[in-house]
């Protein structure tokens, strides 16, 4: 079974930067769109971006779009998330996920059609 490892979180002061990183247990990004979500505490969970499998695309929500920038390293099977100017409302836990249904090629905005997920990685952001 594929499995996915989040790590890179932390605690910084709002305008700084974190790189989380989501490795799989096996090259998966043929097949597979890789999604990140996030989950402030008393809120459910939110996309924040994603790429399809192979050249699909990357996509990023509106809160992020300019500020989050998601790359992928084929040759490690690593996912970034690259978080520049970091506000408190980032603070949440973030989690990578992977699916590979037909129909994340048409969209991987949405949680629910995930079905393999990372343990969560803690980003807290102060003001």
């Known amino acids: 079974d594929v499995q996915l490892q989040a790590s890179g979180g932390g605690s910084v002061q709002a305008g700084g930067s974190l790189r989380l990183s989501c490795a799989a247990s096996e090259f998966i990004f043929d097949d597979y769109a890789i999604g990140w979500f996030r989950q402030a505490p008393g809120k459910g969970r939110e996309w924040v971006s994603c790429i399809k499998p192979g050249d699909g695309g990357t996509y990023y929500s509106a809160s992020v779009k300019g500020r989050f920038t998601m790359s992928r390293d084929n040759a490690n099977n690593t996912v970034f998330l690259q978080m520049n100017s970091l506000k408190p409302d980032d603070t949440a836990v973030y989690y990578c996920?992977?699916?590979?249904?037909?129909?994340?090629?048409?969209?991987?905005?949405?949680?629910?059609?995930?079905?393999?997920w990372g343990q969560g990685t803690l980003v807290t952001v102060s003001s």
């Open positions: 996920a992977a699916e590979d249904r037909e129909s994340i090629r048409i969209s991987c905005t949405v949680y629910e059609w995930y079905d393999l």
